[in-house]
């Protein structure tokens, strides 16, 4: 096969589009990667604040955990001292209608 000058200016015309249409096709594409990037770094860093936001929540409802079972451990010495000055009342009432005074 024989390439005239005609020939090869029309194949480095061809080719020359070829190329030029690839390059524009990448540069779109990395434009259309790039927005998508920056999407998913917007999305990233509200799901980091999302995961501090609940980690922190956590820690609260530990602390408040705590806080309760100090809070029944005072309700259970108060309830059992109640109990307690309740038995004392009722002695001293008995020995007070044994005594005839009431």
Same mark, same amino acid.
């Given at each position: 096969?024989v390439?005239?000058?005609?020939?090869?200016l029309?194949?480095?015309?061809?080719l020359?589009?070829i190329?030029?249409?690839?390059?524009?096709?990448?540069h779109?594409?990395?434009? +259309?990667l790039e927005?998508?990037?920056?999407?998913?770094?917007?999305?990233?860093?509200?799901?980091?604040? +999302?995961?501090?936001?609940?980690?922190?929540?956590a820690?609260?409802?530990?602390?408040y955990k705590?806080?309760? +079972?100090?809070q029944r451990?005072?309700i259970?010495?108060?309830?059992?001292?109640?109990q307690?000055?309740?038995?004392?009342?009722?002695?001293?009432?008995?020995k007070?209608?044994?005594?005839?005074?009431?």
């Amino acid at each position: 096969m024989v390439t005239t000058n005609k020939d090869a200016l029309e194949f480095e015309k061809t080719l020359s589009k070829i190329l030029t249409d690839k390059v524009t096709k990448s540069h779109q594409r990395i434009k +259309e990667l790039e927005k998508i990037e920056d999407i998913h770094r917007k999305l990233n860093g509200e799901l980091r604040q +999302e995961v501090y936001d609940w980690k922190i929540k956590a820690a609260k409802a530990d602390e408040y955990k705590v806080t309760i +079972e100090q809070q029944r451990m005072v309700i259970s010495d108060l309830t059992k001292d109640n109990q307690r000055l309740a038995q004392e009342v009722n002695d001293k009432v008995d020995k007070l209608r044994k005594a005839g005074v009431i």
